[in-house]
């Protein structure tokens, strides 16, 4: 296995991150110097910044009730990332799925490699259900748009499920099986709407439980 590779998965860094760490000389196989490019197997010992590295013997997967001004990315370029809630023994597990920043709810973080193919490849075509509040009521036209026929974005057309939550028209619950870049948000957008609060509620078969505060992580 390369040195990269065997860093990523044992401490949730990416690859590149981790070929900077072997170049700045914080890394040590067998007590040496390590190189960029260095295979390793389970017989060598690898450390890091003088810490040993393991890889991970067994799965976990965690859910986060995700908070609105977070980034699902290590590197946040200036924003809060959604590892700033994470304790230490949780950082090295990988999101499955986005959430933009704006949006809030159930994500999912994890070690399992299967479990995250099959939550997120588009051929599985997991259920996800939203709810949403928008600037100003859906008109009947619109809402039969959305869900008859769709509406054309630049990479396809945009088709969800709606059910009404409110009288006032502005608050819906959305039932999607893709997953497109921010395809919620754009398909109400191509209609005129803005989308002032997204929040998800369901990820295939799991569940945003109502006594997860914002912020707040359960393992599943």
Known sequence: MRLNKFIALATGMGRRPADAAI????????????????????ANQVSLDSKPLALQSSTMTIMLNKPVGYVVSRQGQGSKTVYDLLPPEYQHLKPVGRLDKDSSGLLLLTNDGQLANELAHPSQQKTKLYELTL???????????????????????????????????????VIMHEGRNRQIRRTFAALGYTVRQLHRVQFGPYTLSAALASGAIHIV
Do not use: C, N
């Open 23 to 42: 170049s700045a000389g914080r890394v040590q196989v067998d007590g040496l110097p390590a190189s960029t490019g260095q295979q390793v197997t389970d």
């Open 135 to 173: 600037d100003k009521p859906l008109v009947p036209l619109h809402q039969q748009m959305i869900m008859d026929y769709g509406v054309l974005l630049d990479d396809g057309s945009s088709k969800l499920q709606l059910e009404k939550l409110h009288d006032d028209a502005k608050k819906w619950r």
